[in-house]
């Protein structure tokens, strides 16, 4: 009789923690798809204007009228801050300025037509790299992210610096992505980050938390280039799988996306309030 109350027990215990799991995962996952409002605009206005053209403009004009008015809706109804919009147009000005020199170099093309094109780039491409920003601050706070054992600024700033000049600079030189990357490893070795689900509290490596969010946009990434977002030359007589090389390039991307955003973060808490 002992054993079967026992075994009973043990039962309404595991489905108890299954049933717990899977309420969590769902609940992450709701807040993990309100962060992402603004990559879903774009994904789905790329679909939607490669599906159906619409009148008076070209699409690569639309795009940037769309993510405008995005931008413009979801600072006055609450879903981003002003603080938020700060970071958001930063990370705009430095993906344009990516964008305009790699498709200088042939790196990638925008084939379409635009009236809002600056020497090949549609200005809608900078909201590309917004909308990562975008995420990273609204996952920041519904998620009530805190950083454990963050390095120091002296180190953190030069790390997100030379990665960000490596995008440049490896077409003149040598590629340093790997001991960057190796770099950032023994840099956050000992870094996590916690976050909150459903009252619980949770934490991952850093370091791994980028290789997720560096694969994810790799997935958005083909995706994009699907729907004619931009195009690389192997995709120019028609649509291919992005080389899965590339996740190197997204996960050194959203490092130093993160740095920012979290450093930004770290310097306004430390602020007197006034």
């Not at 700033?157 to 023994?186: E, G, K, Q």
């Amino acid at each position: 009789m002992n054993i079967t109350i026992q075994n009973d027990f043990q039962r309404k215990t595991l489905k108890a923690l299954v049933l717990r799991g899977i309420t969590q995962l769902a609940r992450f996952g709701w807040e993990q798809a309100l962060s992402c409002v603004f990559p879903v605009v774009i994904f789905a206005s790329l679909a939607l204007t490669q599906i159906i053209p619409l009148p008076f403009l070209p699409r690569y004009d639309w795009m940037l009228i769309i993510c405008l008015l995005m931008q413009v809706l979801m600072v006055r109804f609450g879903l981003e801050t002003r603080d938020e919009l700060k970071v958001i147009t930063l990370f705009h000005l430095i993906g344009l300025a990516l964008e305009l020199f790699k498709v200088h170099m042939g790196s990638w093309a925008y084939p379409e037509e635009g009236y809002s094109k600056i020497f090949g780039v549609p200005l809608y491409s900078g909201f590309m790299y917004a909308s990562v920003a975008s995420y990273l601050c609204q996952a920041w706070r519904r998620l009530k992210v805190e950083l454990v054992k963050w390095p120091p600024f002296l180190l953190v700033i030069p790390l997100a610096a030379a990665i960000y000049l490596n995008f440049f600079t490896h077409h003149f030189w040598m590629d340093v992505r790997w001991w960057l990357s190796a770099l950032v490893i023994i840099v956050f070795w000992k870094s996590w980050v916690t976050y909150e689900v459903g009252g619980t509290r949770y934490r991952m490596p850093l370091a791994f938390s980028f290789v997720l969010i560096g694969f994810f946009i790799w997935i958005a990434e083909n995706i994009a280039t699907f729907f004619g977002a931009w195009e690389y030359p192997n995709q120019t007589e028609a649509w291919s799988l992005v080389n899965f090389g590339k996740v190197s390039s997204w996960l050194l991307l959203v490092i130093v996306s993160f740095l920012i955003v979290a450093t930004l973060k770290l310097v306004k808490e430390k602020r007197p309030k006034g």
